[in-house]
T-cell receptor
Framework: GEDVEQSLFLSVREGDSSVINCTYTDSSSTYLYWYKQEPGAGLQLLTYIFSNMDMKQDQRLTVLLNKKDKHLSLRIADTQTGDSAIYFCAETKMDSSYKLIFGSGTRLLVRP | NAGVMQNPRHLVRRRGQEARLRCSPVKGHSHVYWYRQLPEEGLKFMVYLQKENIIDESGMPKERFSAEFPKEGPSILRIQQVVRGDSAAYFC????????????FGPGTRLTVL
């Protein structure tokens, strides 16, 4: 199938690290993305990783990719209350449209 | 640089009316995608268009829904004879090239059908 799966909810304390996990299905996906959605807002592109990479770091964000297990994770260091949002993992469907297949989102709650 | 613009941001329609959602892509982008987000769910692909062409409409319901991206002007997603189940957030995204190029999303149009 086309399922991209994520855990639904994560709660962390401010200052701790957050790790959001995702599994995908299409082994031919070339790009995998993380988007952030705040309440009532659109999707903000956070970062992406090319499928021939294992890791990508961008300031407080670290993306890890395990192609063998089709597992993607997003680590947020020093999590802040402003990081509270829904985080979506997405893979590129390698067909005529290169459409994105999204997970159902992980709601991150950062406690003060 | 203006990002993807969508209007209206909120749209209320009664059952049976028509809804028209507009999307202006990032300047220079010629690829437009429409996605629908039902409450408490992720985004689901609806349709992919290039200028004047529908490339992939596999995610769009066969009836009542149509999309266009004319040579001049914004892309339009049109829903005829709306029903309560059409209530959702509709997001447009644009990219400069296909081939898996990064898609940038607009703020969405939240459609409520009474």
């Amino acid at each position: 199938g086309e399922d991209v799966e994520q855990s639904l909810f994560l709660s962390v304390r401010e200052g701790d690290s957050s790790v959001i996990n995702c599994t995908y299905t299409d082994s031919s996906s070339t790009y995998l993305y993380w988007y952030k959605q705040e309440p009532g807002a659109g999707l903000q592109l956070l970062t992406y990783i090319f499928s021939n990479m294992d890791m990508k770091q961008d300031q407080r964000l670290t993306v890890l990719l395990n192609k063998k297990d089709k597992h993607l994770s997003l680590r947020i260091a020093d999590t802040q209350t402003g990081d509270s949002a829904i985080y979506f993992c997405a893979e590129t469907k390698m067909d005529s449209s290169y459409k994105l297949i999204f997970g159902s989102g992980t709601r991150l709650l950062v406690r003060p | 640089n203006a990002g993807v613009m969508q209007n209206p941001r909120h749209l209320v329609r009664r059952r049976g009316q028509e809804a028209r959602l507009r999307c202006s892509p990032v300047k220079g982008h010629s690829h437009v995608y429409w996605y629908r987000q039902l409450p408490e769910e992720g985004l689901k692909f609806m349709v992919y268009l290039q200028k004047e062409n529908i490339i992939d409409e596999s995610g769009m319901p066969k009836e009542r829904f149509s999309a266009e991206f004319p040579k001049e002007g914004p892309s339009i997603l049109r829903i005829q004879q709306v029903v309560r189940g059409d209530s959702a957030a509709y997001f447009c995204a644009s990219s400069e090239r296909e081939q898996g190029d990064t898609q940038y999303f607009g703020p969405g149009t939240r459609l409520t059908v009474l």
